[in-house]
């Protein structure tokens, strides 16, 4: 079975204010089945790591650059973000696919040189609401899986995450139809590519996940957790999402 993963990103969001946010996280999750990480702005990872240290509270960054140093202003390279205590990257993102007009091919490099550093990736891929209108979904899905997840990768160190573009900070949810067979294409590109592996490797669902949506959404068979904006901002939401993972 894949590991149960609640992953929640901050995005540019959080202040050394925000740190009673993770304190109360690690209050009140000491045994929890489900894995969770925290992916904030760069400015807080070093703080975060130190105090959700020895916690059930694993923190990742956001992006990293595929250079290990050099001369890329605002940049961070992989080895600096373990250097800070993180553990986790998320890699990808529509957001930065679209801010910084991120390629699979980079990606692919960025998650290349996150698994040197010893991150566990988390590479996201979705389609943008005029490709779901188009019925192209599965097409972009799969050229971004085979673009952007290197060779090499185990369970251990790859986690997918499927976040359609249109249903991040809408409110707006797939199906769970929809959710299913995006996740079960998922889960067939894997063990075609990585064989018993795939089998293995988590595949979360992101966009609008809430306490009152989760439980419907982690019954869908290959959902193995969430990757969380807006509702992992304040501890008591990501709460509910993390006990309806754990309950699944
Ligand atoms: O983009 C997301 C997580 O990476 C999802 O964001 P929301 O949960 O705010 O829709």
């Known amino acids: 079975m894949p590991p149960k993963i609640a992953a929640g990103n901050w995005k540019m969001h959080g202040d050394g204010a925000s740190l009673s946010e993770l304190d109360a996280l690690i209050a009140a999750h000491t045994a929890p089945v489900a894995r969770i990480v925290i992916c904030p702005p760069a400015t807080l990872i ?3 790591a130190e105090r959700a240290s020895g916690s059930a509270i694993a923190i990742g960054g956001q992006t990293c650059h595929a250079a290990s140093q050099g001369a890329h202003t605002g940049d961070i390279a992989a080895a600096m973000l373990t250097d800070a205590g993180a553990t986790h990257v998320i890699l990808g993102h529509s957001e930065r ?5 991120e390629t699979d091919a980079e990606v692919r490099a960025q998650a290349e040189a996150a698994l ?4 566990t990736v988390i590479v996201c891929v979705g389609e943008t609401g005029a490709e779901r209108d188009a019925d192209v979904t599965l097409a972009v899905v799969e050229t971004q899986l085979s673009g952007s997840i290197p060779d090499g990768v185990t369970a251990a160190t790859l986690v997918i995450a499927y976040e359609p573009v249109w249903a991040i900070g ?4 797939p199906t769970t139809e929809q959710i299913a067979e995006v996740h079960g294409a998922i889960r067939a590109h ?3 590519r990585f064989g018993e592996a795939g089998r293995e490797m988590a595949i979360l669902y992101g966009g609008s996940v809430k306490p009152g949506n989760a439980a419907e959404i982690f019954a869908v068979r290959d959902v193995n957790g969430a990757l969380v904006g807006g509702a992992s901002l304040k ?3 990501f709460a509910g999402i993390i006990a309806a ?3 699944a």
């Open 190 to 192: 894997l063990t075609t």
């Open 97 to 101: 696919r679209a801010d910084h007009a």
């Open 46 to 48: 070093h703080r975060m």
């Open 245 to 247: 993972l754990d309950a």
């Open 116 to 119: 040197a550093a010893g991150l």
């Open 170 to 173: 809408t409110g707006r949810v």
């Open 235 to 237: 501890a008591a939401d």
